[in-house]
C-alpha cells in the first residue's frame, strides 16, 4: 500500500471552467476526508465519508462543490464554474480509526484558477 | 468546537540549536491533540499525538511534545533541528472525526 494518492498534482483552469479531483485512499480506511488550504493557512474541513455515506459537508462548501465515494473507495470532489477564490490546495485524507490511527494525508492538488 | 491557536507564525532557527513550537487549545473535558509537518508542495504528515496517559509525547525524526492540561497547552520541542527540518508545522485537536488546524508555524532552519 503506497498511501492515499491524489490526482492531478497540479491544475490550472481558467475562471469558468469545471474540474475535479480523484483522491484513492489507502484500502482498509472506511472514512475519508477532504480539505482545503489556502496559503498561508491551516487546512479547513470541507466534506467527509464514511464508506460510501458522505455524513457532513462544511458550510465552505458552496453548491458549486460536490464531492462523491462510490462503493466507498475512492472520491471524487468536482468544482463547477471555477472562481479565483476557489485557487487552493485540495488535500484528501484516510482513516480507519480516528483517534488512535490518525489520518493519513495525501500529497494534495494544487488548484489555481486564472 | 474545541480550537487551538499557534502562537508564533515564523520561527527562524540556527542548525543544531533547539526549538519550541507553541500550541495551546482550548479547553474541554477529553482532548486529543495533533502535530502535523508539512513540507513544500507535499501533504501533511504526522509528526506525533497526544490521546492520552504520558503527558511527554514523542514522535518521528526527534520531535517530542508535552501535553499541559492546567496551560492548556501541546508545544513541540526539538532539542537539535537540522536543515531539513525547514517546513510548516501545524498543530490540531480533534473534534469528533475532523481535525481544526491552527495556522501553521513557518520554521527556517539556517546553517
Known amino acids: 500500500d503506497t498511501g492515499v494518492s491524489q490526482d492531478p498534482r497540479h491544475k490550472i483552469t481558467k475562471r469558468g471552467q469545471n474540474v475535479t479531483f480523484r483522491c484513492d485512499p489507502i484500502s482498509e480506511h472506511n472514512r475519508l476526508y477532504w480539505y482545503r488550504q489556502t496559503l498561508g493557512q491551516g487546512p479547513e474541513f470541507l466534506t467527509y465519508?464514511?464508506?460510501?455515506?458522505?455524513?457532513?459537508k462544511s458550510r465552505l462548501l458552496s453548491d458549486r462543490f460536490s464531492a462523491e465515494r462510490p462503493k466507498g473507495s475512492f472520491s471524487t470532489l468536482e468544482i463547477q464554474r471555477t472562481e479565483q477564490g476557489d485557487s487552493a490546495m485540495y488535500l484528501c485524507?484516510?482513516?480507519?480509526?480516528?483517534?488512535?490511527?490518525?489520518?493519513?494525508f495525501g500529497s494534495g492538488t494544487r488548484l489555481t484558477v486564472v | 468546537a474545541q480550537s487551538v491557536t499557534q502562537l508564533d507564525s515564523q520561527v527562524p532557527v540556527f542548525e543544531e540549536a533547539p526549538v519550541e513550537l507553541r500550541c495551546n487549545y482550548s479547553s474541554s473535558v477529553s482532548v486529543y491533540l495533533f502535530w502535523y509537518v508539512q513540507y513544500p508542495n507535499q501533504g501533511l504528515q504526522l509528526l506525533l499525538k497526544y490521546l492520552s496517559g504520558s503527558t511527554l509525547v514523542k514522535g518521528i525524526n526527534g520531535f517530542e511534545a508535552e501535553f499541559n492540561k492546567s496551560q492548556t497547552s501541546f508545544h513541540l520541542r526539538k532539542p537539535s533541528v537540522h536543515i531539513s527540518d525547514t517546513a510548516e508545522y501545524f498543530c490540531?485537536?480533534?473534534?469528533?472525526?475532523?481535525?481544526?488546524f491552527g495556522a501553521g508555524t513557518t520554521v527556517t532552519v539556517r546553517a
Open positions: 485524507a484516510s482513516s480507519f480509526d480516528t483517534v488512535r490511527g490518525g489520518y493519513t
Open positions: 465519508f464514511q464508506n460510501e455515506a458522505q455524513l457532513e
Open positions: 490540531a485537536v480533534l473534534n469528533d472525526y475532523k481535525l481544526s
